[in-house]
C-alpha cells in the first residue's frame, strides 16, 4: 500500500520555461525547456512548442526530481 495520494488530475504535465529564439526546422518563436522521461533516462531538453523538433538534449539527474533520502549527503564543516 502507498502512502502518498493518487494525483487528482487527468493528465499530468510539467513546467515549460519559455526560450529565446526560433526553431531551427519551422522558424516560430516557441522554443522551451522542460525535462522530459524517455527509453534512455530523464533529459533536460530544448523543443519547439510547434513542431517538436529538438533544439538540445543534456542528461538529467538518473531520477530526474525526485532524490532518494540516502543520496542527500550533508557536509560537515
Not at 499530468?12 to 531551427?24: F, M, T
Not at 525547456?33 to 539527474?61: H, I, T
Amino acid at each position: 500500500m502507498h502512502t502518498f495520494p493518487r494525483p487528482a488530475e487527468l493528465h499530468l504535465s510539467v513546467e515549460r520555461r519559455p526560450v529565446a529564439g526560433a526553431c531551427p526546422e519551422c522558424g516560430a518563436d516557441g522554443l522551451a525547456e522542460y525535462r522530459v522521461l524517455s527509453d534512455g533516462g530523464w533529459f533536460d531538453v530544448c523543443k519547439c512548442q510547434v513542431c517538436l523538433a529538438s533544439v538540445s538534449r543534456e542528461p538529467a539527474p538518473p531520477f530526474g526530481s525526485y532524490v532518494p533520502l540516502g543520496l542527500q549527503i550533508a557536509s560537515s564543516a
